[in-house]
């Protein structure tokens, strides 16, 4: 299906926006639930029931279990492309302090939005169902694990995702950001959606002993507080300043009492960069500072440095992604499609593509991600006054999407790209006109 016109939405988009609003009650039910029980990686199993039974009862067949707490529903209807909705099953390892009634109180989080892009894909394979007659083709939602930790795309990959479900024609994606509710913002091509990154698990050895005898031990602590401090000079002194890299080290984590020396200290590290090339650079700087330090630290044992998992750069396809741009300001208006400027988050979507191509064995699936906004009028008024801080970004544990501004606008823009791709229906042919009658009888088959 194509728009019309970009200066006014077609009749299909009318459609849509008319009934958005008959699936809202379901698609807020499961954010709800969802956002006061959140799982954090590879624990998704709640999560991932409750968005295959919102799928099931939206009319889709539901595979569970795939690479790991995987879901991917199917709605075939009729002969066409093969269109995929992707959001992520995961929360973040963060205690909330939102102050909501449905507030989550385990100890993880959904802080990054993944319950909104689980109720918004469950609310657009719901509204797409109400509109089988609009489109033709197969519609696919794949709820992904493990996101946050970069694992899940290419678990859901080596477990035959495209061998068992078909190869797609397009994979479509949205993520909430600190933007005005109600908006949605595109990549105008020239830069990445998202950085490629890496994690990283480091330990550094040391020899245990007496805190009264530092002497007698060799210290990791100290160790990992140098490799610390020496990594900002990675961004700050080995990076070009018209190159984009982040070194942060997350976690660390190190003893038992404050008089014992502990033999090991373990580091969480995570690096992003603008390409692979400068990812390849920071990693290998990375690992050059460790094993600086702790030869310097004079350890009994060289340390160990595992690159945890990986992602590629994400860059949407630009041929897929104008049409869905213009879909999204006929249902939206243009004023409320912005440019996104491109971020350092780093995401697994990109394996869905060629970057992926090793473990699912196509080239050129279409990839189209846009962000989100998620910010109340209230705060982003706020945050504009002089001296304000921003919007609570993602992964604060006081990010809060105002879901009353956002959630409706989130079904309708993956429903609207989603229709964007899948085939529209031919007309039915108006019935052949009867011939007039001459004078007499018709005659007869028979003599």
Same mark, same amino acid.
């Not at 970069?150 to 994606?173: H, I, K, N, Q, S």
């Not at 020239?190 to 990283?200: D, I």
């Given at each position: 299906?194509?728009?019309?016109?970009?200066?006014?939405?077609?009749?299909?988009?009318?459609?849509?926006?008319?009934?958005?609003?008959?699936?809202?009650?379901?698609?807020?039910?499961?954010?709800?639930?969802?956002?006061?029980?959140?799982?954090?990686?590879?624990?998704?199993?709640?999560?991932?029931?409750?968005?295959?039974?919102?799928?099931?009862?939206?009319?889709?067949?539901?595979?569970?279990?795939?690479?790991?707490?995987?879901?991917?529903?199917?709605?075939?209807?009729?002969?066409?492309?093969?269109?995929?909705?992707?959001?992520?099953?995961?929360?973040?390892?963060?205690?909330?302090?939102?102050?909501?009634?449905?507030?989550?109180?385990?100890?993880?989080?959904?802080?990054?939005?993944?319950?909104?892009?689980?109720?918004?894909?469950?609310?657009?394979?719901?509204?797409?169902?109400?509109?089988?007659?609009?489109?033709?083709?197969?519609?696919?939602?794949?709820?992904?694990?493990?996101?946050?930790?970069?694992?899940?795309?290419?678990?859901?990959?080596?477990?035959?995702?495209?061998?068992?479900?078909?190869?797609?024609?397009?994979?479509?994606?949205?993520?909430?950001?600190?933007?005005?509710?109600?908006?949605?913002?595109?990549?105008?091509?020239?830069?990445?959606?998202?950085?490629?990154?890496?994690?990283?698990?480091?330990?550094?050895?040391?020899?245990?002993?007496?805190?009264?005898?530092?002497?007698?031990?060799?210290?990791?602590?100290?160790?990992?507080?140098?490799?610390?401090?020496?990594?900002?000079?990675?961004?700050?002194?080995?990076?070009?300043?018209?190159?984009?890299?982040?070194?942060?080290?997350?976690?660390?984590?190190?003893?038992?009492?404050?008089?014992?020396?502990?033999?090991?200290?373990?580091?969480?590290?995570?690096?992003?960069?603008?390409?692979?090339?400068?990812?390849?650079?920071?990693?290998?700087?990375?690992?050059?500072?460790?094993?600086?330090?702790?030869?310097?630290?004079?350890?009994?044992?060289?340390?160990?440095?595992?690159?945890?998992?990986?992602?590629?750069?994400?860059?949407?396809?630009?041929?897929?992604?104008?049409?869905?741009?213009?879909?999204?300001?006929?249902?939206?208006?243009?004023?409320?499609?912005?440019?996104?400027?491109?971020?350092?988050?780093?995401?697994?979507?990109?394996?869905?593509?060629?970057?992926?191509?090793?473990?699912?064995?196509?080239?050129?699936?279409?990839?189209?991600?846009?962000?989100?906004?998620?910010?109340?009028?209230?705060?982003?008024?706020?945050?504009?006054?002089?001296?304000?801080?921003?919007?609570?970004?993602?992964?604060?544990?006081?990010?809060?999407?105002?879901? =009353?501004?956002?959630?409706?606008?989130?079904?309708?823009?993956?429903?609207?790209?989603?229709?964007?791709?899948?085939?529209?229906?031919?007309?039915?042919?108006?019935?052949?006109?009867?011939?007039?009658?001459? =004078?007499?009888?018709?005659?007869?088959?028979?003599?």
């Amino acid at each position: 299906m194509r728009p019309s016109s970009p200066a006014g939405p077609s009749t299909a988009t009318r459609e849509l926006l008319a009934r958005a609003g008959e699936v809202l009650r379901p698609a807020l039910a499961l954010y709800l639930d969802l956002h006061a029980h959140p799982e954090v990686s590879g624990q998704e199993a709640r999560t991932a029931e409750r968005f295959a039974g919102r799928l099931e009862a939206a009319g889709c067949h539901v595979t569970r279990g795939v690479g790991g707490h995987g879901v991917v529903g199917v709605l075939r209807n009729g002969d066409g492309p093969s269109v995929w909705l992707r959001a992520e099953l995961d929360a973040l390892p963060v205690r909330e302090d939102t102050g909501l009634p449905y507030a989550s109180g385990n100890g993880a989080m959904h802080a990054c939005g993944h319950d909104l892009h689980l109720a918004a894909a469950a609310g657009a394979a719901q509204l797409l169902a109400g509109l089988a007659d609009r489109w033709r083709g197969t519609l696919v939602v794949v709820g992904q694990p493990a996101e946050e930790t970069l694992a899940g795309a290419e678990a859901m990959l080596r477990d035959g995702l495209y061998e068992r479900f078909g190869r797609p024609g397009a994979v479509l994606a949205q993520h909430a950001a600190p933007l005005p509710a109600g908006t949605v913002a595109h990549t105008d091509g020239r830069v990445p959606m998202a950085a490629a990154g890496a994690v990283l698990d480091v330990v550094l050895h040391g020899r245990g002993g007496h805190a009264a005898t530092p002497h007698l031990a060799v210290d990791p602590v100290v160790a990992a507080a140098a490799v610390v401090m020496r990594l900002q000079a990675v961004v700050a002194r080995e990076t070009a300043p018209a190159d984009q890299v982040t070194v942060t080290v997350g976690t660390l984590h190190a003893g038992t009492a404050p008089n014992v020396i502990p033999d090991r200290a373990e580091l969480g590290v995570g690096v992003r960069a603008s390409s692979e090339a400068s990812l390849d650079r920071a990693l290998a700087a990375v690992r050059r500072v460790v094993r600086a330090e702790s030869a310097a630290a004079g350890a009994p044992r060289d340390p160990e440095v595992t690159v945890v998992s990986r992602s590629a750069a994400l860059r949407c396809d630009p041929d897929a992604t104008a049409p869905v741009r213009r879909a999204h300001e006929q249902l939206l208006g243009a004023a409320r499609v912005l440019t996104w400027p491109g971020s350092m988050a780093a995401e697994d979507f990109a394996l869905f593509g060629d970057a992926g191509a090793e473990l699912h064995g196509h080239r050129g699936v279409p990839l189209v991600y846009w962000m989100l906004g998620v910010t109340g009028p209230e705060e982003w008024r706020a945050a504009a006054a002089p001296g304000a801080p921003p919007p609570h970004p993602n992964h604060s544990p006081r990010f809060a999407p105002h879901v =009353s501004g956002a959630l409706r606008p989130a079904v309708a823009a993956l429903a609207a790209a989603a229709l964007d791709r899948l085939t529209t229906p031919a007309p039915t042919p108006a019935p052949a006109p009867v011939p007039a009658s001459t =004078s007499g009888p018709a005659p007869s088959a028979h003599p």
